[in-house]
């Protein structure tokens, strides 16, 4: 039972990484950032290359994964989606599908189709009464916790964050302020993107790699974000860790189903709570 | 064909014409099977452009309802009859229901959020047929399709087949011509343009938006039904995620929301689908990067941009000056 907790939990932190992101773009651009399946996936075959390339830094070769996708994000956000403000939702689903379809070409290109093994880095099992549970899934944990408490501290006190989260209420209001609001926009975006491919980087020890492994974690924190509500953080943070119980619950009776169960949810808070967007 | 019924000012009998001719002359140059195949997949475009031409509603997993549709017909001529159009018939039915049961939770949606939720109900879909449903459906292998005869109704035979699917192309189109002509198609038309006012109308936008949501799905059913009887073989491809960038490519690359625009682009995506890949090893990036085309500067589509052209030159006939200069008189 303890173990189908700390799985729950820590499936709940990487789609609280991915979801925030997509939350926040949306919340702020009013775009669904359907590229940020390939930032997830770049992060992750980043960390491939550079992990055979560092000979076994885990953690360093971690770090320099997530920055490899700042560039690639910000020429995403500044070529593709910064041309789409105001568009139809319609177009800019499709252009950035397009983006990640392109991108997961190059990938297949790069790093061929075959899917790639990853050991857990730690490998090492906390002990106590009876019970052993992975030392990394508590420390994946532990990370969203602290990146909770520090996005949390960042929307709060820094300037930056403060315009975010006017932003996220009121775009034309700070634009009358005289903020360079799509400034902000993609510093956000650029955020957004490196925290999906932390996501990634810390799940692809505990998942199987391969070029479309980005579609189903999207759709999955994808119904977070509709379950915790578009643009509101602590929502998005509440539904991760909730959806993530359901996925090791449903997983534990049904092994099978632990996907469509979430789907599932989602569709129940659909019926209840209908979205306009 | 009931063709004097048709609308005469959109010289109707022409259009079936041009139709029927142009799938009989693309034949002799590429097989029978590929262009029934075609055909099937125009079926299927013309499905999507009902929901996103004309309703304004993208979907990204309309590949459930055309899944659907296959393992409906494939699992009844399996498991209960041989008959193919009894098949064809479940196969519409099955789609239909699965339509009206979802319709009731997706189309509370729209924009973005909508093509999500088709999306994960689509990965759903293609997961219970892979996995969970295994025995019925043989997983990841799939299962033939053997349809009996009907008496001269040979579906085995490929000129019969084709004949079949060309009518079934040529009824689809009428069906959807008259639909989209009637007023239920001028409500469905409006709600793309603005869902709020229709309804300070009076109008109940909740039931239409279903009931095409229903309707799409039952084509891309009827499409479904007839792929298995093209193939004789249903597997879990039928109903796959990542195909669903072909339908969106084909509706935008024809022109959203013209009938012969969704069938220029069926033909159009066919084609480059079929004999592309055999030239260019990165298929995916070229769709990508005409798709990113698309949506920037081509937003039209083939069809409108002819329309646009030809609007033009009737114009400028009769205002006898270039429009530009007209309007700007104005």
């Known amino acids: 039972m303890i173990y189908t907790i700390v799985y729950g939990f820590s499936i709940g932190a990487i789609l609280y990484f991915i979801s925030i992101g997509l939350s926040l773009t949306f919340g702020t651009m009013r775009v669904i950032n359907f590229a940020h399946t390939l930032t997830y996936t770049i992060g992750v075959y980043a960390l491939i290359t550079l992990v055979a390339f560092l000979q076994g830094y885990f953690v360093l070769a971690a770090i320099l994964a997530v920055f490899v996708v700042i560039p690639i994000s910000y020429v995403i956000e500044r070529f593709i989606i910064r041309r ?133 974690i999207l759709l999955l924190s994808f119904a977070v974000v509709i379950v915790g509500g578009m643009g509101n953080l602590k929502g998005t943070f509440i539904s991760a860790f909730a959806l993530g119980m359901v996925m090791s619950i449903t997983a534990r009776y049904w092994s099978q189903g632990a996907e469509t169960m979430v789907f599932i949810v989602m569709a129940i808070v659909l019926i209840f709570k209908p979205i306009d967007i | 064909m009931p063709l004097k019924n048709a609308p005469a000012k959109d010289y109707g009998a022409i259009g079936f014409l041009v139709i029927a001719s142009g ?34 509603r993208l979907s990204f997993g309309h590949m459930l309802f055309l899944g659907t549709g296959a393992y409906g017909a494939g699992l009844f001529i399996k498991y209960i009859n041989g008959n193919p159009l009894l098949a064809i018939l479940v196969g519409i039915a099955v789609a239909g229901l699965l339509g009206m049961l979802l ?78 002509s009637s007023p239920y198609g001028i409500m469905i038309r409006s709600i793309k343009e603005d869902e709020t006012r229709v309804r300070f109308l009076g109008y109940n936008t909740y039931l239409y938006k279903w009931l095409t949501f229903v309707l799409a799905g039952s084509i891309a059913g009827l499409a ?107």
């Open chain 1, 84 to 216: 789409l403000y105001g568009e139809s939702l319609d177009y800019t689903f499709i252009a950035t599908f397009a983006v990640s379809l392109i991108g997961v070409d190059v990938i297949k290109w790069i790093w061929g189709v075959n899917p790639y093994p990853m050991k857990d880095p730690i490998g090492e099992y906390l002990m106590f009464w009876g019970l052993s549970l992975p030392i990394y899934r508590i420390l994946i944990v532990i990370i969203a916790i602290l990146l909770f408490v520090a996005l949390n501290f960042f929307f709060k006190k820094t300037i930056v964050g403060k315009i975010v989260v006017a932003a996220l209420d009121d775009k034309d209001g700070v634009r009358c302020l005289g903020i360079n609001v799509d400034k902000y926009f993609s510093i956000v975006f650029i955020l957004g993107s490196a925290l999906a491919a932390l996501g990634g980087v810390l799940y692809a020890p505990i998942s199987s790699i391969h070029p479309y492994m980005g579609l189903s």
């Open chain 2, 103 to 180: 319709g009731l939770i997706i189309v509370r949606t729209t924009g973005a959020c909508f093509a999500l939720i088709n999306l994960a109900f689509n990965h759903i879909g293609f997961f219970l047929v892979l996995s969970p449903l295994r025995e019925i459906t043989r997983g990841e292998d799939g299962f033939g399709v053997s349809a009996s005869k009907l008496g001269f109704l040979n579906l085995g035979s490929r000129p019969i087949m084709f004949g079949f699917v060309l009518l079934c192309l040529l009824l689809v189109f009428y069906f959807l011509k008259r639909l989209i």
């Open chain 2, 23 to 56: 799938f009989l002359l693309i034949t002799p140059i590429l097989s029978t099977h590929r262009v029934t195949d075609f055909m099937i997949f125009c079926i299927f475009a013309m499905s999507f452009d009902l929901l996103y031409g004309y309703m304004g």
């Open chain 2, 224 to 330: 479904g039904a007839l792929t298995a009887l093209n193939y004789n073989y249903v597997n879990p491809n039928a109903m796959d995620v990542n195909s669903n960038v072909g339908v969106v490519f084909a509706c935008l690359i024809g022109g959203a929301g013209n009938l012969y625009g969704a069938l220029i682009g069926g033909v159009t995506y066919m084609i480059i689908s079929n004999f592309l890949p055999i030239y260019i090893h990165r298929w995916e990036m070229f769709l990508g990067f005409s798709l990113l085309i698309i949506t920037f500067r081509f937003r039209k589509g083939v069809w409108g941009y002819f329309q646009g052209v030809w609007e033009n030159i009737v114009k400028k006939k009769v205002i006898g000056k270039p429009i530009e200069e007209g309007v700007a008189d104005l």
